[in-house]
């Protein structure tokens, strides 16, 4: 088994939020199509609202992935170089 991506991992927690966003969208549309015209508009403000409240999290979890990551090559390098340097006896 392959190791996940670290920027995809960071961005599961967002994305499962979104689809329990439409999940929670479609079920406060109701089961009346009577009544769907007059429930769309609060349905849609809570889904656009639930949904811009993830992004500051899915940046945050995104950018701290990428920090690692880029850390973590930087670090391979540094001890790479600092390998080809040192005294050979």
């Known amino acids: 088994?392959?190791?996940?991506?670290?920027?995809?991992?960071?961005?599961?927690?967002?994305?499962?939020?979104?689809?329990?966003?439409?999940?929670?969208?479609?079920?406060?549309?109701?089961?009346?199509?009577?009544?769907?015209a007059v429930k769309a508009p609060g349905a849609i403000?809570?889904?656009?609202?639930?949904?811009?409240?993830?992004?500051?999290?899915?940046?945050?979890a995104e950018l701290s992935a990428a920090q690692s990551d880029i850390n973590a090559k930087i670090g391979g390098w540094v001890s790479k170089l600092q390998g080809l340097a040192a005294p050979k006896s």
Do not use: R, W, Y
């Not at 403000?45 to 945050?60: C, D």
């Open 45 to 60: 403000q809570v889904l656009i609202g639930t949904l811009e409240m993830q992004i500051p999290v899915l940046a945050a």
């Open 1 to 36: 088994m392959s190791t996940p991506n670290p920027l995809e991992a960071a961005a599961v927690p967002a994305l499962v939020a979104a689809l329990q966003a439409v999940q929670a969208f479609i079920s406060n549309l109701g089961t009346d199509p009577a009544q769907v």
